[in-house]
C-alpha cells in the first residue's frame, strides 16, 4: 500500500492545529483509546502534562482518575455503534481537581493513512456554569415562596382594612362632609383593588405550581362545560353566545385547563364591543399537536401589543376595566408547563382570536418561573 506521507504530514499538522486552538479539553485518542495527542486546554483543566498522558490509555491517565463506568459506557458501547455522541453529562470526582461536571462529545474519524480509526473526544467544563444555574434555581425558588408568602400573608389585614373602610363609609355617611365621604370612598376603592390584585396573584401560583402528577387525560369539552358554569354570571349579565367545536382529550392538568379557557372566555367578554359578545371555541390536529383557538367580536387589540399582555401585570387598560393584568401571563405559564406556546391574532376594533397549543405526547415542564419568553414564534 503506498502512503502520501507528505499528504498525511500535513493532514496531521491541521489537525493539531485545530486541536491546539480549540479553547475546550480536547483529546485525540487512537484505536486502542490510547491518547495520540491533547490540547493545551485538556493539560490546563485536568493539571497533566503531555508526557504523562501521551501514548497512555485514557483509562489509565492520572492514576486511573479517567476510569469512569459512564466514560467506558460511551468509549466501548455506544461511539463504535453511532461513531458519535454529544452532550453527555458526566459527574466526576477527579483527585487532582475536585468534582467536575463535564459535557462531552465525540466523533470516530476513519484515518486512511492509519488504516484505522481515531477519535476525537472533546470535554467541555460546565462546573462552574452548571453551579451558576443551580444557584440561580435556588434564588429564583426562595423569591418565589417570598412573594408566595407575602402575598397570602397580606390578605388578612387587606380584608381588615376594606371592612372597616367600608364600615367608616358606611357609619359616616354625609356627617363627615362631602370630601371626607370622597376621600373615604377612594380608600374603599384602593383597599378593593389591592385585595383584587392578591387574589389575582394568589391564584396564580396556586394554579401555575401544580405539581406533574396532576396530569391525565383530559375531555377538554369537559372543561369548557366547567369553564361556561364557573362565568354562568358574566355571561348572563353580558348577553354572551359562547359556542365550542366538538373538543378533543389531552394529557393535561384539568384544573390549570380550566383556568386558561376562563381566562380566556372572560376576557373576550370583558372586552367586549358594541355587539353582544360572540365568543367561538375550536380545536384542530396539527403538527404540533392540538391547536386551540378562542376567537371574539370584541374590541380588538392593536398587533404592536400583541406580546406585551401576556407580560405579567401587563395591561391595555386603565383602572376604570377591573383587572390586574395576571390572567394571560398566567395562561401563558400554563400553556408552557405543558410544552405549548400561547399568541394572540388581531386587529384593533376586529375582535381576537387567541391561539394555544398542546402537544400530543407532551412532557409536562415542571420549571420555576424563567425569563418571559417569545410568545408569537410562528
Ligand atoms: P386583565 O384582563 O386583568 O387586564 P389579562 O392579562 O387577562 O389582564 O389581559 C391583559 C390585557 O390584554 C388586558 O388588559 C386587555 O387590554 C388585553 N386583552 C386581553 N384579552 C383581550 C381580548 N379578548 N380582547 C381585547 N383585549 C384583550
Not at 467544563?125 to 435556588?138: H, P, S, V
Not at 369553564?227 to 378533543?248: C, F, H, K, R
Not at 380550566?258 to 390536529?285: D, H, M, W
Amino acid at each position: 500500500m503506498l502512503i502520501d506521507i507528505d499528504a498525511a504530514k500535513r493532514g496531521l499538522d491541521l489537525a493539531e492545529a485545530i486541536v491546539e486552538t480549540v479553547r475546550e479539553p480536547l483529546v485525540i485518542l487512537n484505536h486502542n483509546l490510547k491518547v495520540v495527542s491533547a490540547n493545551k486546554a485538556f493539560y490546563e483543566t485536568f493539571q497533566a502534562t503531555s508526557q504523562e498522558t501521551e501514548g497512555r490509555l485514557i483509562y489509565d491517565l492520572g492514576e486511573r482518575q479517567w476510569d469512569i463506568p459512564k466514560l467506558r459506557e460511551l468509549l466501548d458501547n455506544i461511539l463504535p455503534a453511532n461513531s458519535t455522541f454529544r452532550d453527555f453529562e458526566v459527574v466526576h470526582e477527579f483527585a487532582s481537581v475536585g468534582r467536575k461536571v463535564m459535557l462531552l462529545n465525540a466523533r470516530e474519524v476513519f484515518d486512511a493513512n492509519a488504516q484505522a480509526r481515531t477519535i476525537l473526544l472533546a470535554i467541555e467544563d460546565t462546573t462552574d456554569r452548571k453551579r451558576a444555574e443551580d444557584m440561580l434555581k435556588a434564588t429564583n425558588a426562595e423569591l418565589q415562596n417570598f412573594a408566595y408568602a407575602l402575598t397570602h400573608d397580606l390578605q388578612e389585614p387587606v380584608r381588615m382594612v376594606v371592612n372597616f373602610t367600608q364600615l367608616l363609609a358606611r357609619e359616616n355617611e354625609g356627617k363627615l362632609g362631602e370630601q371626607s365621604d370622597k376621600f373615604i370612598a377612594y380608600s374603599v376603592e384602593g383597599a378593593l383593588r389591592i385585595e383584587a390584585l392578591l387574589k389575582a396573584l394568589l391564584n396564580y401560583w396556586e394554579t401555575t405550581e401544580r405539581g406533574q402528577g396532576s396530569f391525565a387525560a383530559v375531555d377538554c369539552n369537559d372543561v369548557f362545560a366547567k369553564t361556561l358554569e364557573n362565568l354562568q354570571a358574566v355571561i348572563a349579565q353580558s348577553g354572551a353566545v359562547v359556542t365550542s367545536e366538538p373538543l378533543p382529550s389531552v394529557l393535561a392538568d384539568q384544573v390549570m385547563l380550566t383556568q386558561v379557557f376562563q381566562n380566556l372566555i372572560g376576557n373576550s367578554i370583558k372586552y367586549r364591543g358594541e355587539q353582544p359578545p360572540r365568543i367561538r371555541i375550536a380545536a384542530e390536529r396539527n403538527l404540533e399537536g392540538w391547536l386551540f383557538s378562542v376567537r371574539d367580536n370584541g374590541i380588538g387589540i392593536d398587533p404592536q401589543h400583541a406580546e406585551r399582555i401576556f407580560g405579567m401585570f401587563k395591561r391595555l387598560h386603565g383602572p376604570d376595566t377591573p383587572g390586574a393584568g395576571i390572567g394571560l401571563a398566567l395562561c401563558k405559564k400554563v400553556v408552557e408547563r405543558h410544552g405549548g406556546r400561547i399568541w394572540v391574532e388581531s386587529e384593533t376594533g376586529q375582535g381576537a382570536t387567541f391561539k394555544f397549543t398542546i402537544p400530543v405526547r407532551n412532557v409536562p415542564k415542571n420549571r420555576i418561573a424563567g425569563p418571559a419568553g417569545d410568545t408569537r414564534r410562528r
